[in-house]
Structures are given as structure tokens and as C-alpha cells.
């Protein structure tokens, strides 16, 4: 090997390394960097006062916004205000008004049609999981955390926690867990009138749909890619046939439909239906614990998995206290505030890596594009609603 | 000097009424535009879709009915009651008992009827879960004893007694009298109160949610759907639906109007004929039932609920457990809607008794939907152009815009109450005062004033309930820094947890059933002194 060779390599390896340095320094730098922008932030927060507009129908939520803003003002200075509403539309249509001008509102629980909304409007501030320590523990590698209802976050949103579909059921219908579209229009049949879902678009109920089509249609890939004329063609009859065999067995014969699931779960408590819908696999036993529900209900979920989706955090772009919100965010995140919302009364799954425990979470099956919803929503309507 | 300051008083009058009156209006032509969110191509575009929309023709359809058949059927329940309660000595106390049913919102009373009678309620009477009918009948309940107290203080100010007497002397009975010389008039002065009552129905959100037919929805639910939609179509439909919306509004109070004008004359027609309305008096006599269902009704409700929110059926043993929780976190909005409720009425009377006297000195009454704009026009678009324009113009969230976006509805309000009685009372007292040397104003403030305290009263504890009642503009406008007791009871409501529900809707119903009975106790005792002056 010639001296020239040898003076080559050498410089190349140097040239590597001092490269290899770089980089690590850069790292640092801008680990350093962030370190600081988040001291920065911490001070900048300190007095602020946050104003969360988060849904407000759940005493066990309402009352952990409560444990959290007491923790938040003790350890960093940081006013937390839960704005309950009874429908987070009424935030949405808040920052549409405001139009990304100052804003009444530093933080909003959002997920779904209303983050693809804001999102795509720019109403949301971005860059949110640079600046946020603590996504770094979010459990990205398990949980299908980067899209939000085949919209990927960007950044423009912060998961909180997990919804997976269920059903809760009386035993006096069925025990067995997990349930198919051919098992579930038996039991439609051999217990008549005591069977519904909420009626779409409220989003339990089309969420009910989306889990039908996605096993009449075999989890076929096209369902989660924008829906075409063609994939609607080929995909959709199977589905519209089993809910025409369906629905004469439903309450009321499919001719009133509960209209949220708050309400189907009155007529759950009133024993008019075996069965009711829910987002959180924890409710059952949170239910039972609270006498809200008989000890004998049970858990019982689609065999082909739950559709499992996020719901979300995000601060406007006009937010005032943008850095009280990150404040919020960041506990929000951290493995004590994640451990008591899936421990304590909530009992909402978590969405951080440390807290992964497969007891509490189900089979998971993936969110549909979100395209499918408005297809099988108004199909629905067309077909159903009058 | 004087003219002049007194032609600034009422130049200042007008101004403030007009811009009462503009508000609601502004709020519509800002607020019911999609703004940036969809184009008026994608409007225009989006129209025929909008009326080939399945189930749009019957949704419209069981709204018009719902808002027709029950204020009607209300008004003349209330009146029957009224009839045949009227001079009994349980009168007093049946008017105190009112006053419970007219604060509980009507969500708590949706909720009580499915509690108690629906199938799996505590007495089954078959009625249905979801149906129009349900619908109709819950809001019907509601609103007998609203105009049943209505009607009582239009009655205040005519001498009922002097023609049923006449009527007697006409040889008619004293059912028929009430039917053929009071009722005209009294139809007539609660025309407003029809108004609101049919307003109300046509665009209420909550009851239909919970008991209104969803296949298909009544129309409110589906303006709402499109309303808090994103899509350029769902933004578009929710235009149309707010036009077609109006439209309704529109035709139900010429509906109201053409039964009006049927109705007297039909009262009128039987009149001349040999024994009158025999068929009505007995179908009156039932009314007398109405008391005691009534009463069983609104205690039932009450009392479920109270037990609900001690954990009755949710556990072993009832605990206090949920109140001591909740008390520290309901004082403030309760405070809040105190204030806004107290601060609202006042001025909400205030500006009522401003614009009737204006237009009593112009000689010249405008039209009643006028009036009324802020509650007739669609709420939600209402209040989304005021957010819009509170937001352009930097607003704060305080107290003082709440109120302002109070007083529109809680004015419409009191007006309704206080036009019949206020145009019923002549300027003859007023006259004689002057004639003894009293100033105008004097004469006004010492007779009109006066002899209008019932009615003002009442008009009090109704606007203030109103205003308790507000939540869209009070989140909306008030941007969740002003918390009221009932943000909080409606976002309560949305879950699933009845205790807590029924805890709240309790608490929402303490502050103007106060008011309520302190107005009625107050009224008949006024009523009483100027009864025995007479």
C-alpha cells in the first residue's frame, strides 16, 4: 500500500472523525440549546395564567384537571383553568372566529375532524414536540401516535392519552370478550330490541361502522387510503347489506337510534339496552366501582382488533400564555400525571413508553383514512337517517 | 332648556332601544356568513344538495308542528287551569307552586319524564323513548306554568271579576264567560309569549337531543350538525339551514297570527249562540286534575334528582360526598350568575319600561317581532357574529360584555311581559294626577309605575331566569373567564354521570326559583292592597 494510500485513508478517517465530533458538539449544542429555550420557557411561564378548553361531562377528568392545576401551581407558577364545554366544537368555533388573531383560549383537547380543521386553516401553533421535553418519553414505537385520524400531527399536536373501541354488555346477553359482525347480528337476533348504536356522525356510532367495515371488507388496504369511487364500489355493498340485516333487530327496530353515547349508556343503566359503546377500556371497571353499572357487566371488543386513536393537546397560534400551555403539556406528559389519569378514577390509557402495559390496552386495529368517515356518514344518512 | 334636555332624554332613549334592537340583527347578518371557511360559490354550489338532503322535508315538518301544536296546546291548558283556579283559595299557593317547574330548566324536566314514565322508568305509561310526541308533550309541560304565569300577570291588570260578573248578567256561565270576554284579550296580550314559546321549540337543542325523533332529527339538531361541521358543504348547509330557519320562524308567527284572528272570531260566532262552549266548560273541568298531576309532577322531578345527586341508586348507603366535593368549585359560578342575573333584569326591565313608554308617547306601537329579534333569530349564528365582532374589536371577557350579550334576550323578555299589562292600563289615573298638579313623570312614576309593579315583578323573575339560562352567550362571550352556574351544568350535562347532573341541575334551578317566589310573593300582596284600594 503506497504512503499516498495510506495519507488518503488517514485523512479520510479524520475527516470522518472531525465530522463525527461535529456532530456530537452540534448535538449538545443543541441539546444545550433546548435546555435553555426550556429554562427560558419556565421562567417566561411563571404568573401565567392557561385557559384549557376541554370537554367538561366527566367528573373523574373534571376532577383530575383539578388535581393537575393544583400541581401545576405549586411546582411551576402556572395557573390552570379548565373551561368546560359540552361539545369542544364550541372551542373550534372560537378559534375560527378569532381567526388566528389573539386568542381566549392557550390550550384545547382536540382530536380528529377539529385538529385536521385547525390544522389545515393554521390555526395551531407547530413545533410543539421540539420544544416539549417530555414527548421524548411518548411511546411512539407502539403506539400509532404520529397521525391523528390519518393526519399526521406535524408537531401541531401533543398526544394525552388513548381511545380504543369497546362495547360494555350485560350479562344477560353474552360473556364472551371478543366479538365478530356475524356473532354480534347473532345476538342482535336472539335478543331483539336490545341492541344500538349511537346514531352517526356522533362518533361512537360511526366509529361502531368503521370496525364493521373494516372486517366485512377484510381489513383491505384501500380503507386506509382516500376513498375512491372504485374502492367505494367494490367495498362498500357487503357492509350496507349487513347493516339492512342488522337494523330490524336494533331498539326500535332502527327507528330511533341513542343520539351521543351519554345517552346510550342511560338506556344501558335503564336496562332497555344489553349493550354500550365506549372509548376508554378502563371504564368497565371504573363503572362497576362506582355502582354505575351491574357487577357482571362485561368488556367485549371486535376480534380483528379496537380502532385505536389519540386524543390530543394543542395551543393556538394566538395563544397568550403559549409557555404556561408548553408547562402544561410537558406535566401533562411526565409519568406521574400519566400514571394517576390510567391509575386513578379516569382511568384513561397512557400514552408514554414506561406506561405500556398490555393488561389495559386491547388488540389494537388502525384508524380508517379519515375520507371513509364522511363517505360512510353520509351514505348512512342517504340510506338510514330518514 | 327644558325641551331641549327632555327631547336629549328621549333621543338617548331611542338610541339605546335601537341599539338592543340592532344587536341580535347585527349578529345574525355577521354571524350566519361562513366567513374565509367556505366560498359563496361553494353556497351556491351546495343549494341543491342541501334540499335533495334525506329527511330534510320531514325534519322541517316535525319542527313547524312541534313549534306550533305546543305553545298552543300549552296556552290553552294554562288557560283552562286558569279558569277554573282562578277564584278558589288554593290559587295562592298553586302560584307559589309554580315557581319550582318554572325554573327547572327544560332538560330537567325532558330528563325527569323519560326517568319517571318512559319503558324502564319508575311508572311505565308507555310513552315513547324518542318520538316526536315525547318531544312535544315534554316542552307542552314546560310551558303551561310559564304561561300560566304570563297570564296571571296580564290578569293583574283587568277586572276579570267585574266581567265575569257582566257575563253572568248576560246570561252566560261563568266557564263561557271566561272563554267568550277574557280569553280574546288574553290571547291577544300573550301573543308575545307565544312568540318566544314557539321560538324556543323551533331551534331548542338539548330536549330534542334527548327525546326528539333522530330518524329523522328534528331540524334544530341537524343546523346544529352542519353549524359545528368544517367542511365547506357542512358550512354551506349550515347557511341555508339558518335562512330556511328564519323562514320558519316566519311562517309559524303568521300561523300564530291566522289562529289568533280564528280563534276570536270563533269565540265571538258561539257567542250569539243559545248555550255556548258546554262542550268546553266540561273539557275545562279537567283542568282541575291539572294541579295535583302537577304538583306530583314537579315534586317527582325534584326529588329525583335530590336523590340522584346523594348517590341513591348508585350505591348502598347515600352520601353527602358529591355536594361537599362540588360546593367548593359552584360558588363562584353561582356568584356569577347571580350578578349577571340580577344586573340583567334590572336593566332588561329598565330599557322594557323605556321602550313602551316611548312608544306610548309616539303614539305609535311597532311590530312585535321587532322586539323580540333576539329571540326569534337562530341563537347560534346570533352570538357567533357577536364573537366575531367582539373579537375584531378586541373585547374583553368581563362581566360588562357578558351582560351585554345577556340583555338582548333577557330584555325581549320582560317586554313580553310587561307589553299586555303596560297597554292595558289607560291614561285616565295619569290624568287625574296631573290634573292635581303632579308632574308627568310624577304622575307616571306614582300611578303607572305603581299599579304595574306586579307585572314588573314578574317580568323580573323571567328575565332573570333567562339570563340564568344563557350558555352559549355566556361561553361564547365570556370566553370560559366567567364561569356560570350554567356553562357548568350544560357541560355537566353532556357526560353520562346523572348524580352529578341531577346535583347541578338543582343547583341551576335554586337561584330563580328564589326569585320566582319572591316575585310572587310579592305580586300578590301588591295585587291584594290595590284590590282592597279598589
Known amino acids: ?36 429555550k426550556w429554562q427560558n420557557t419556565l421562567s417566561v411561564a411563571r404568573g401565567q395564567t392557561v385557559f384549557f378548553y376541554a370537554w367538561g361531562g ?66 395551531l401553533l407547530g413545533n410543539l414536540w421540539e420544544y416539549i421535553p417530555n414527548t421524548r418519553l411518548l411511546a411512539t414505537d407502539v403506539l400509532p401516535l404520529d397521525a391523528d385520524f390519518g393526519v399526521k400531527m406535524d408537531g401541531f399536536e401533543v398526544p394525552w392519552g388513548v381511545g380504543q373501541f369497546n362495547f360494555i354488555v350485560s350479562k344477560a346477553m353474552a360473556s364472551a370478550t371478543s366479538v365478530t359482525a356475524e356473532s354480534l347480528l347473532n345476538l342482535a337476533k336472539t335478543h331483539p330490541q336490545q341492541l344500538s348504536y349511537p346514531r352517526p356522525p356522533e362518533f361512537h356510532g360511526s366509529t361502531f361502522l368503521k370496525q364493521l367495515l373494516v372486517e366485512l371488507s377484510n381489513q ?23 347493516l339492512d340485516k342488522l337494523h330490524p333487530f336494533l331498539w326500535q327496530q332502527g327507528e330511533a337510534f341513542p343520539s351521543s353515547s351519554s345517552e346510550q349508556m342511560l338506556l344501558f343503566q335503564q336496562r332497555q339496552l344489553l349493550l354500550t359503546v365506549s372509548f376508554n377500556p378502563n371504564q368497565l371497571h371504573r363503572d362497576i366501582a362506582a355502582n354505575a353499572i351491574p357487577a357482571d357487566s362485561s368488556l367485549m371488543y371486535f376480534e380483528q382488533g379496537s380502532i385505536t386513536n389519540s386524543h390530543n393537546l394543542a395551543i393556538p397560534k394566538g395563544a397568550p400564555s403559549k409557555e404556561g400551555a408548553k408547562i402544561v403539556i410537558n406535566f401533562l406528559l411526565s409519568e406521574r400525571a400519566q400514571k394517576r389519569k390510567l391509575e386513578g378514577e379516569w382511568g384513561d390509557p397512557s400514552v408514554i413508553s414506561e406506561l405500556q402495559n398490555t393488561d389495559s390496552s386491547l388488540p389494537s386495529q388502525q384508524e380508517l383514512h379519515s375520507s371513509w368517515q364522511q363517505v360512510i356518514e353520509d351514505a348512512w344518512q342517504q340510506r338510514y337517517g330518514a | 332648556m327644558a325641551t331641549t334636555i327632555r327631547r336629549l332624554i328621549i333621543g338617548l332613549g331611542w338610541l339605546l332601544l335601537a341599539m338592543i334592537i340592532s344587536l341580535p340583527v347585527i349578529g345574525v347578518l355577521i354571524g350566519i356568513w361562513p366567513g374565509r371557511f367556505a366560498s359563496v360559490d361553494a353556497l351556491i354550489d351546495n343549494l341543491p344538495l342541501f334540499l335533495n338532503y334525506n329527511g330534510l322535508g320531514p325534519s322541517i315538518l316535525y319542527s313547524m308542528l312541534a313549534s306550533l301544536v305546543a305553545p298552543l296546546v300549552g296556552f290553552y291548558v294554562a288557560f283552562s287551569v286558569y279558569t277554573q283556579y ?85 246570561g252566560y256561565s261563568e266557564s263561557a264567560s271566561w272563554w267568550l270576554l277574557v280569553f280574546p284579550l288574553v290571547l291577544k296580550q300573550s301573543k308575545l309569549a307565544l312568540f318566544a314559546a314557539m321560538a324556543y321549540t323551533l331551534s331548542v337543542l338539548d ?31 349550515a347557511f341555508w339551514a339558518n335562512l330556511t330557519l328564519i323562514i320558519m320562524l316566519g311562517v309559524s308567527i303568521f300561523c300564530l297570527y291566522i289562529h289568533q284572528w280564528i280563534s276570536i272570531r270563533l269565540f265571538r260566532y258561539l257567542a250569539v249562540m243559545a248555550s255556548p262552549l258546554v262542550m268546553l266548560s266540561k273539557l275545562s273541568r279537567l283542568a282541575l286534575a291539572w294541579f295535583p298531576l ?18 341513591f341508586w348508585s350505591g348502598e348507603t347515600y352520601s353527602l360526598t358529591l355536594w361537599q366535593e362540588e360546593w367548593l368549585f359552584v360558588q363562584q359560578p353561582l356568584f356569577n350568575s347571580l350578578y349577571t342575573g340580577l344586573a340583567s333584569g334590572l336593566i332588561g326591565i329598565i330599557c322594557a319600561l323605556i321602550a313602551l313608554e316611548l312608544q306610548r308617547q309616539y303614539r305609535y306601537f311597532f311590530a312585535d317581532y321587532i322586539w323580540l329579534a333576539a329571540i326569534l333569530l337562530p341563537q347560534l349564528s346570533v352570538v357567533y357574529g357577536w364573537q366575531l365582532a367582539h373579537t375584531w374589536i378586541n373585547g374583553s371577557y368581563s362581566l360588562i360584555w357578558v351582560l351585554v350579550s345577556h340583555i338582548p334576550f333577557v330584555f325581549a323578555y320582560s317586554y313580553l311581559v310587561l307589553k299586555g299589562p303596560f297597554q292595558s292600563l289607560g291614561d285616565e289615573f295619569e290624568l287625574v294626577a296631573r290634573s292635581f298638579g303632579y308632574s308627568y313623570w310624577q304622575g307616571w312614576w306614582r300611578i303607572r309605575f305603581m299599579l304595574l309593579r306586579p307585572a314588573i315583578l314578574s317580568a323580573f323573575a323571567i328575565g332573570f ?9 355566556t361561553l361564547m362571550i365570556g370566553a370560559g373567564r366567567f364561569p356560570s352556574i350554567t356553562t357548568e351544568a350544560v357541560a355537566i350535562a353532556s357526560g ?5 347532573t341531577s346535583l347541578y341541575m338543582l343547583l341551576q334551578s335554586g337561584l330563580p326559583m328564589l326569585i320566582f317566589i319572591v316575585a310572587i310573593l310579592f305580586a300578590s300582596r301588591i295585587d291584594g292592597k290595590s284590590h282592597a284600594i279598589s
Open chain 1, 1 to 36: 500500500m503506497s504512503a499516498a494510500s495510506y495519507q488518503r485513508k488517514l485523512s479520510f478517517l479524520l475527516i470522518v472523525l472531525a465530522l463525527f465530533f461535529c456532530t456530537i458538539q452540534h448535538a449538545s449544542a443543541k441539546l444545550d440549546e433546548s435546555a435553555d
Open chain 1, 58 to 123: 366527566s367528573k373523574p377528568i373534571n376532577d383530575y384537571l383539578r388535581w393537575a392545576s393544583r400541581q401545576i401551581l405549586t411546582e411551576y407558577g402556572v395557573r390552570l383553568k379548565h373551561v368546560k364545554v359540552a361539545d369542544i366544537s364550541e372551542a373550534v368555533s372560537r378559534l375560527k372566529a378569532e381567526d388566528g388573531k389573539k386568542s381566549a383560549i392557550d390550550l384545547v383537547w382536540i382530536n380528529g375532524e377539529n385538529f385536521a380543521f385547525l390544522k389545515q386553516h393554521q390555526l
Open chain 1, 220 to 242: 383491505d388496504e384501500r380503507l386506509f387510503k382516500p376513498a375512491t369511487n372504485k374502492s367505494k364500489a367494490e367495498l362498500l355493498p357487503k357492509f350496507w347489506a349487513y
Open chain 2, 86 to 170: 282562578r277564584f278558589r283559595p288554593s290559587w295562592q299557593t298553586m302560584e307559589r307552586r309554580l315557581a319550582p317547574f318554572l325554573s327547572l330548566p327544560h332538560l330537567a324536566v325532558a330528563l325527569g319524564l323519560v326517568y319517571l314514565f318512559s319503558a324502564g322508568g319508575l311508572i311505565e305509561l308507555g310513552l315513547g323513548r324518542k318520538s316526536i310526541t315525547t318531544l312535544i308533550l315534554a316542552i307542552t309541560v314546560k310551558e303551561v306554568p310559564f304561561f300560566l304565569f304570563v297570564i296571571s300577570a296580564i290578569d293583574r291588570q283587568i277586572p276579570v271579576k267585574k266581567w265575569l260578573l257582566q257575563g253572568r248578567a248576560l
Open chain 2, 207 to 237: 330536549v330534542s337531543l334527548l327525546v326528539g325523533p333522530n330518524i329523522p332529527s328534528v331540524f334544530s339538531v341537524l343546523v346544529y350538525q352542519w353549524q359545528t361541521g368544517f367542511s365547506e358543504r357542512d358550512l354551506s348547509f
Open chain 2, 294 to 311: 302537577f304538583s306530583a309532577l314537579s315534586l317527582g322531578i325534584i326529588l329525583l334528582f335530590l336523590l340522584r345527586s346523594v348517590g
Open chain 2, 465 to 473: 331566569s333567562v339570563s340564568i339560562a344563557q350558555y352559549i352567550p
Open chain 2, 496 to 500: 353520562r354521570d346523572l348524580n352529578l
